[in-house]
């Protein structure tokens, strides 16, 4: 798992991808990661190296307090 996963948080960090977080569910064989980055083009250039060891589930999430912040600024 090491020499297969360890490469990966090299991989994102290079990529320009802040590791924020990194969890695993040996059973189910699932690895969960929280990620920053600018672009998902950084997410998937970093994940590259585990990519033909199963399948992603990427989800984008924004700031919802910026957002919200932003938008009570515009009145």
Do not use: R
């Not at 297969?4 to 948080?9: D, L, Q, R, S, Y």
């Not at 585990?50 to 307090?65: L, S």
């Not at 910026?66 to 009570?72: F, G, T």
């Amino acid at each position: 798992m090491g020499e297969t996963f360890g490469k990966v948080f090299s991989s994102l960090t290079e990529s320009g991808v802040d590791v924020v977080g990194w969890w695993d569910d040996p059973p189910a064989h699932q690895m969960f990661f929280v990620l920053d980055a600018n672009s998902v083009e950084a997410i998937y250039d970093g994940l590259h190296p585990i990519i033909d060891q199963g399948t992603a589930c990427i989800k984008p999430v924004a700031d919802a307090a910026a957002k919200i912040q932003a938008l009570m600024g515009d009145n």
